[in-house]
């Protein structure tokens, strides 16, 4: 057994969820907050699988049914994913048509690149060293995809939290993506896992395609 986790102390707290929650649910208000014609079907049926999916999550995280809390949260995130990815391209396909005002084309770019950051901080948070159910299990976090700098302080002077050693919560990873999409790259955050490096790709595409192509047009640049 892992010296790790069979000396776990007796008094701890696990990572807590509701960051990652109030984040699922900001991208459904983002989502409901968009142009008719950058939706697909009435504005109320995205957020309200959201919270559809969103329910169980919480429950079956309280009640301990952990490999179902990995379903319904690894579900809830491709939802969000594939309505973040779909308003992208309906935007994009819109440019031609110019629909929007500059203004309106501006705010709905903001919207979504502020949903790719969330959508991505949330996809990082679920998958990085198993997750949040596999960190917990953990005293410590000593690897995973991403390099962060507390992992390479000396032993001594890491930080600790709840008497246990420091661990990543959703607060460093939604900075990884906000990093991500604002200088296209981890800063001080180094990639180790190719998987972690292709999904950070995909954002920083992402992120590229609304603020340079979209933004620029809605301030006729373009």
Same mark, same amino acid.
């Given at each position: 057994?892992?010296?790790d986790?069979?000396?776990?102390?007796?008094?701890?707290?696990?990572?807590?969820?509701w960051?990652?929650?109030?984040?699922? =649910?900001?991208?459904?208000? &983002?989502? %409901?907050?968009?142009p $008719?014609?950058?939706?697909?079907g009435?504005?109320?049926?995205f957020? !309200?699988l959201?919270?559809?999916?969103?329910?169980?999550?919480?429950?079956?995280?309280?009640?301990?049914?952990?490999?179902?809390n990995?379903?319904?949260?690894t579900?809830?995130?491709?939802?969000?994913?594939?309505?973040?990815i779909?308003s992208?391209?309906?935007?994009?396909l819109?440019?031609p048509?110019?629909r929007?005002?500059?203004?309106?084309?501006?705010?709905?770019?903001?919207?979504?690149?502020?949903?790719n950051?969330?959508?991505?901080? =949330?996809?990082y948070?679920? &998958?990085? %060293?198993?997750?949040? $159910?596999g960190?917990?299990?953990r005293?410590?976090?000593?690897?995973? !995809?991403?390099l962060f700098?507390?992992m390479?302080?000396?032993?001594?002077?890491?930080?600790?939290?709840?008497?246990?050693?420091?661990?990543p919560?959703?607060?460093?990873?939604?900075f990884?993506?906000?990093?991500?999409?604002?200088a296209f790259?981890?800063?001080?955050?180094?990639?180790?896992?190719?998987?972690?490096?292709?999904?950070m790709?995909?954002?920083s595409?992402?992120s590229?395609?609304?603020?340079?192509?979209?933004?620029?047009?809605?301030?006729?640049?373009?």
């Amino acid at each position: 057994m892992n010296s790790d986790t069979h000396h776990l102390p007796e008094i701890w707290d696990p990572e807590p969820r509701w960051p990652a929650a109030i984040a699922i =649910l900001a991208v459904g208000g &983002l989502y %409901a907050a968009l142009p $008719h014609y950058l939706i697909v079907g009435p504005s109320w049926l995205f957020p !309200a699988l959201v919270i559809l999916l969103l329910v169980p999550t919480v429950i079956t995280h309280r009640t301990g049914h952990h490999n179902v809390n990995r379903w319904f949260g690894t579900a809830v995130t491709v939802v969000v994913t594939i309505g973040m990815i779909v308003s992208v391209v309906l935007l994009i396909l819109d440019l031609p048509a110019r629909r929007e005002s500059p203004t309106n084309l501006l705010r709905s770019a903001g919207s979504l690149w502020i949903t790719n950051i969330l959508v991505f901080a =949330l996809w990082y948070w679920r &998958l990085d %060293a198993g997750g949040p $159910h596999g960190r917990d299990k953990r005293f410590g976090h000593t690897d995973g !995809a991403f390099l962060f700098p507390q992992m390479t302080m000396p032993h001594k002077g890491k930080p600790r939290e709840n008497g246990r050693g420091w661990s990543p919560n959703f607060a460093d990873y939604l900075f990884l993506a906000f990093n991500t999409s604002t200088a296209f790259s981890p800063t001080d955050v180094p990639v180790l896992a190719r998987w972690a490096k292709l999904v950070m790709m995909l954002q920083s595409l992402i992120s590229l395609m609304v603020l340079v192509l979209l933004a620029a047009r809605a301030v006729n640049i373009l």
